[in-house]
């Protein structure tokens, strides 16, 4: 029990390392080390029992090992040899150059980067960790934004019973590979938000990704002598709604406010998910202030160069906050920033006048960004029946939403067994193109028997890892020594073998697979085909259907018959997700239909060869037909019976291909088929679902577009901004007297194939000029119902003077037979890129 004195002085102890290798403090500060074998064998070999038992953080290893030893090592040529190659790794790595002029300001809520540091809660945060390495490998200037907790995510155990209990224990972050970041005179930098319960101080701390910083913000500092807000940043999505909101406050703007003491001026700012998208109004409040913009033309000019990415495939996702509660908070911002507080709520509402409206983050973000993404192009399609009321004159396929389909960071997941194999039968330059598709057709030479071989040694070694997780279990729950004997016969190295991983929501289906418990056992216990199935995951603690569905299937786990077959690992992290992904044999993913935005768990199995049996959902969508994998049922919508019906699809897969083509084994010692499966999976997954290509389209598509239209704004001093808020302005004055007055084309009658028709609108333009308006035809098949399907979009241009009206045209050659339709509409011509349309773009149809 801590004996609490004040006041304390603090000083800080580093450890004392040899001269020969004085570099080893800055490589364990930078998480290079965490996908670089060359950099983490600096450590390992350091001494292979505290690198284990430290976490694999090499900061407090460091800080733990026997002086002695750093002696001894310092004078071992081999580690020294080993040491020198990883400097030499380091230093290539970090001295490439990078993009000047351009900085991509990346915020989010979470980030998974190590599993000794547990900021993180589950894909979300994975993913952005991938986003910054990536960053990092492809030379991309990014910065990352995001909080520092003081006590991670929940460290999971399960009673005897089965109930997930929860604790969440401390970080100490001066024993983590993050330091605090110091101003030009030495002291701590800090920013400052106001909130309603005072001044709150937040200290920045630094965590280097490779060439990329991320910056993170903490609350928990002397100086917030307020108990709630130290405690801000006490711990990922918890406490209450307050706590919410107090923690997207810090994120968005004080993450805004970091940036600028740090001297960093981001030409491009990037919402991971809505939490941080406060930061648009400090934006706003900025562009007011230093720029003299009234707040519309700040919005203007704000959404150009703003980026947001959505997550979330359902509503119940959504950060909602209450008409007080935001007044609670932003009354005095709005007094200083010099708008409204009906202006802010007008952001984040689909309708600003109405009070019992709740301010939704996610509307704040897709209604200050110009480019908006979801995270696969089932979820684009989702998305835009989601939020299509804010585009009410679109049809859906329309809605500016447009995707990039996650990756996950190759180097970090791919198994270590595969890369020896890759650096003997692919190009040697294969990691500097693993993109290319071209780099992976050498899998198809690469022997199956060694394949296979590799694929054996991954699993024997995931079985080790389990019984010793399983016997951490047991002894945590004081299980008896006939529990403990017993681990060492659980799971076999010879049987196939399923995972099942991931966070225990609801729509997940985690325990679709025991709607037939004896038709499961069955195929479990087949003496000639044994089969076993590991599934690890956490609920959230205040999720209760979560924690019932682990507890059934951990009850399931205590089954005699099945106790040796089926096993639930506690405490899922990236440590168990990598075990795991590398050496199961059949990765399961059950979602609803339409409600998983991607899913990256899947990827990381495929690209160590492990084959999908999947719901068509996410990225297993795009990649089901190339992949070598299993679909579950069809592209139809979810509804509650498909559960029988997939369940049942899962058995008769499993019985009648899946597994019989496993231990299909012949005289070659392996499964041929398998095998050739497990290369089609090696060769059409890895160039495609990696994250390398996803910041590649990220850049191309949505930063480089957000980055030149910065330039922009700078180039003409923001006077664009300016002549748009007038404009938009003066039309929406007139608008209501704009409208179609006839239409002309081929309507009624029969044409030919290839013969071109001419397409024709007569605008009633109310004192605007023909430039100031858009008139496009939607032209396409005329469906069963009368609705078009197939359609294509095409621009009329102006041709002359109607009386008060004007012409305008185009031609259209119909290159299909058939019932075809077209209908007219007029559109303020803002001239953007049509997937940067502000919401509520007034759209006139004919």
């Given at each position: 029990?801590?004996?609490?004195?004040?006041?304390?002085?603090?000083?800080?102890?580093?450890?004392?390392?040899?001269?020969?290798?004085?570099?080893?403090?800055?490589?364990?500060?930078?998480?290079?080390?965490?996908?670089?074998?060359n950099?983490r064998?600096?450590?390992?070999?350091?001494?292979?029992?505290?690198?284990?038992?430290?976490?694999?953080?090499?900061?407090?290893?460091?800080?733990q090992?026997?002086?002695?030893?750093?002696?001894?090592?310092?004078?071992?040529q081999?580690?020294?040899?080993?040491?020198?190659k990883?400097?030499?790794?380091?230093?290539?790595?970090m001295?490439?150059?990078v993009a000047?002029?351009?900085?991509?300001?990346?915020?989010?809520?979470e980030?998974?980067?190590l599993?000794?540091?547990p900021?993180y809660?589950?894909?979300?945060?994975?993913?952005?960790?991938?986003?910054?390495?990536?960053a990092?490998?492809?030379?991309?200037p990014?910065?990352?934004?995001?909080?520092?907790?003081?006590?991670?995510?929940?460290?999971?155990r399960?009673?005897?019973?089965?109930?997930?209990t929860?604790?969440?224990?401390?970080?100490?972050?001066?024993?983590?590979p993050?330091?605090?970041?110091?101003?030009?005179?030495?002291?701590?930098?800090?920013?400052?938000?106001?909130?309603?319960?005072?001044?709150?101080?937040?200290?920045?701390?630094?965590?280097?990704?490779g060439?990329?910083?991320?910056?993170?913000?903490?609350?928990?500092?002397?100086?917030?002598?307020?108990?709630e807000?130290?405690?801000?940043?006490?711990?990922?999505?918890?406490?209450?709604?307050?706590?919410?909101?107090?923690?997207?406050?810090?994120?968005?703007?004080?993450?805004?406010?970091?940036?600028?003491?740090?001297?960093?001026?981001?030409?491009?700012?990037?919402?991971?998910?809505?939490?941080?998208?406060?930061l648009?109004?400090?934006?706003?409040?900025?562009?007011?202030?230093?720029?003299?913009?009234s707040?519309?033309?700040?919005?203007?000019?704000?959404r150009?160069?703003?980026?947001?990415?959505?997550h979330?495939?359902?509503?119940?996702?959504i950060?909602?906050?209450?008409?007080?509660?935001?007044?609670?908070?932003?009354?005095d911002?709005?007094?200083?920033a010099g708008?409204?507080?009906?202006?802010?709520?007008?952001l984040?509402?689909?309708?600003?006048?109405?009070?019992?409206?709740?301010?939704s983050?996610?509307?704040?973000?897709?209604?200050?960004s110009?480019?908006?993404?979801?995270?696969?192009?089932?979820?684009?399609?989702v998305?835009?029946?989601?939020?299509?009321d804010?585009?009410?004159?679109?049809?859906?396929?329309?809605?500016p939403?447009t995707?990039?389909?996650?990756?996950?960071?190759?180097?970090?997941w791919?198994?270590?067994?595969?890369?020896?194999?890759?650096?003997?039968?692919?190009?040697?330059?294969?990691r500097?193109?693993?993109?290319?598709?071209?780099?992976?057709?050498?899998?198809?030479?690469?022997?199956?028997?060694e394949?296979?071989?590799?694929?054996r040694?991954?699993?024997r070694?995931?079985?080790?890892?389990?019984?010793e997780r399983?016997?951490?279990?047991l002894?945590g729950?004081k299980?008896?020594?006939?529990?403990?004997r017993?681990?060492?016969?659980t799971?076999d190295?010879d049987a196939?073998?399923?995972?099942?991983a991931?966070?225990?929501?609801t729509?997940?289906?985690a325990?679709?697979?025991?709607?037939?418990?004896?038709?499961?056992?069955?195929?479990?216990?087949?003496p000639?085909?044994?089969?076993?199935?590991?599934?690890?995951?956490k609920?959230?603690?205040k999720?209760?259907?979560?924690?019932?569905?682990?507890?059934?299937?951990?009850?399931?786990?205590r089954?005699?018959e099945?106790?040796?077959?089926?096993?639930?690992?506690?405490?899922?992290?990236?440590?168990v997700a990598?075990?795991?992904?590398?050496?199961?044999?059949?990765?399961?993913?059950?979602?609803?239909?339409?409600?998983?935005?991607?899913?990256?768990?899947?990827?990381?199995?495929?690209l160590?060869g492990?084959?999908?049996?999947?719901?068509l959902?996410?990225?297993?969508?795009?990649?089901y037909?190339?992949?070598?994998?299993?679909?579950?049922g069809?592209?139809?919508?979810?509804?509650?019976?498909?559960?029988?019906?997939?369940?049942?699809?899962?058995?008769?897969?499993?019985?009648n291909?899946?597994?019989?083509?496993?231990?299909d084994?012949?005289?070659?010692?392996?499964?041929?088929?398998?095998?050739?499966?497990v290369?089609?999976?090696?060769m059409?997954?890895?160039?495609r679902?990696?994250?390398?290509?996803?910041?590649?389209e990220?850049?191309?598509?949505?930063?480089?577009p957000?980055?030149?239209a910065?330039?922009?704004l700078?180039?003409?001093?923001?006077?664009?901004?300016?002549?748009?808020?007038?404009?938009?302005?003066?039309?929406?004055?007139?608008?209501?007297?704009?409208?179609?007055?006839?239409?002309?084309?081929?309507?009624?009658?029969s044409?030919?194939t290839?013969?071109?028709?001419t397409?024709r609108?007569?605008?009633?333009?109310?004192?605007?000029?023909?430039?100031?308006?858009?008139?496009?035809?939607?032209?396409?098949?005329?469906?069963?119902?009368?609705?078009?399907?197939?359609?294509?979009?095409?621009?009329?241009?102006?041709?002359?003077?109607?009386?008060?009206?004007?012409?305008?045209?185009?031609?259209?050659?119909?290159?299909?037979?058939?019932?075809?339709?077209?209908?007219?509409?007029?559109?303020?011509?803002?001239?953007?890129?049509?997937?940067?349309?502000?919401?509520?773009?007034p759209?006139?149809?004919?």
């Open positions: 029990m801590p004996f609490e004195l004040k006041p304390v002085k603090e000083f800080l102890v580093l450890p004392a390392v040899p001269d020969e290798l004085s570099r080893l403090s800055e490589l364990a500060y930078n998480v290079i080390y965490s996908w670089d074998h950099i064998a600096v450590f390992r070999r350091l001494d292979p029992v505290l690198w284990k038992s430290c976490g694999h953080n090499p900061v407090l290893m460091l800080g090992i026997p002086q002695s030893t750093l002696e001894r090592m310092a004078k071992d081999r580690y020294r040899a080993v040491y020198r990883a400097c030499e790794v380091y230093d290539a790595y001295s490439r150059p000047k002029g351009k900085l991509i300001a990346y915020f989010s809520m980030y998974g980067l599993e000794c540091m900021i809660s589950g894909g979300l945060g994975v993913l952005s960790g991938d986003h910054l390495k990536s990092s490998d492809a030379q991309i990014l910065v990352g934004v995001g909080l520092l907790y003081q006590r991670g995510y929940l460290q999971q399960l009673n005897p019973d089965g109930w997930q929860e604790r969440n224990p401390e970080n100490d972050f001066y024993t983590l993050v330091l605090p970041v110091l101003t030009e005179d030495g002291t701590q930098a800090q920013v400052t938000v106001t909130l309603p319960t005072g001044e709150v101080v937040i200290k920045i701390w630094c965590m280097n990704v060439q990329v910083k991320l910056y993170l913000l903490d609350t928990n500092v002397p100086e917030n002598t307020v108990e807000n130290r405690d801000i940043t006490d711990q990922l999505y918890g406490g209450d709604i307050h706590t919410r909101i107090r923690q997207e406050i810090v994120l968005g703007i004080g993450g805004m406010r970091a940036l600028r003491a740090l001297g960093l001026h981001p030409t491009v700012f990037h919402m991971n998910e809505g939490h941080s998208a406060f648009a109004l400090e934006h706003i409040k900025l562009l007011m202030r230093e720029q003299g913009l707040f519309e033309e700040a919005w203007e000019a704000a150009r160069n703003q980026v947001f990415t959505t979330t495939p359902v509503p119940a996702g950060d909602l906050f209450d008409t007080g509660l935001m007044y609670m908070y932003f009354r911002y709005c007094q200083e708008f409204s507080f009906e202006q802010l709520m007008g984040g509402k689909r309708n600003g006048q109405n009070a019992q409206e709740p301010f983050m996610a509307i704040l973000a897709l209604q200050t110009s480019y908006r993404n979801a995270v696969s192009q089932l979820h684009r399609r998305s835009q029946q989601m939020w299509s804010l585009w009410p004159d679109l049809p859906t396929w329309e809605v939403i995707s990039v389909t996650n990756g996950v960071h190759l180097p970090t791919l198994n270590g067994d595969l890369a020896t194999i890759y650096d003997n039968y692919l190009a040697a330059d294969w500097d193109h693993h993109t290319d598709p071209k780099t992976w057709e050498l899998v198809k030479e690469i022997p199956s028997a394949l296979w071989e590799a694929r040694h991954r699993k070694m995931l079985i080790t890892f389990v019984r399983l016997t951490a279990q002894l729950r299980a008896s020594a006939s529990e403990l017993r681990v060492q016969d799971l190295p196939f073998t399923i995972g099942f991931r966070r225990f929501a729509y997940k289906r325990t679709l697979l025991f709607r037939d418990v004896a038709r499961l056992k069955r195929i479990l216990l087949n000639k085909m044994p089969v076993q199935i590991l599934y690890a995951g609920a959230h603690p999720d209760h259907p979560g924690k019932l569905l682990i507890r059934e299937i951990f009850l399931l786990t089954d005699p099945i106790s040796r077959r089926l096993v639930f690992i506690e405490d899922y992290g990236i440590e990598r075990e795991l992904i590398q050496g199961v044999d059949l990765w399961l993913n059950t979602p609803r239909r339409g409600e998983e935005a991607c899913g990256t768990s899947g990827m990381k199995a495929g160590n492990v084959l999908n049996l999947s719901i959902d996410g990225w297993f969508d795009e990649a037909e190339y992949s070598g994998c299993w679909a579950i069809d592209r139809e919508p979810y509804t509650e019976d498909q559960d029988e019906i997939h369940a049942s699809s899962i058995y008769s897969l499993l019985e291909e899946i597994v019989p083509m496993y231990y084994r012949k005289e070659e010692g392996f499964p041929e088929e398998w095998m050739r499966r290369k089609q999976c090696l059409n997954l890895s160039p679902f990696n994250s390398t290509r996803m910041l590649e990220y850049d191309t598509q949505l930063y480089e957000a980055h030149q910065f330039l922009e700078e180039r003409d001093h923001y006077q664009s901004p300016r002549q748009r808020a007038l404009w938009n302005h003066y039309v929406r004055r007139v608008w209501d007297q704009v409208r179609i007055v006839d239409v002309d084309a081929a309507a009624g009658r044409v030919l290839g013969q071109a028709v397409l609108a007569v605008v009633e333009l109310a004192g605007l000029r023909p430039s100031d308006l858009k008139v496009e035809a939607v032209v396409g098949r005329v469906g069963a119902v009368g609705h078009l399907e197939e359609t294509q979009v095409m621009t009329l241009a102006p041709v002359g003077e109607r009386g008060s009206a004007y012409e305008f045209a185009t031609q259209f050659v119909p290159v299909i037979t058939g019932r075809l339709g077209y209908a007219m509409r007029v559109s303020p011509n803002d001239q953007d890129d049509p997937l940067c349309r502000p919401c509520y773009t759209i006139r149809w004919s």
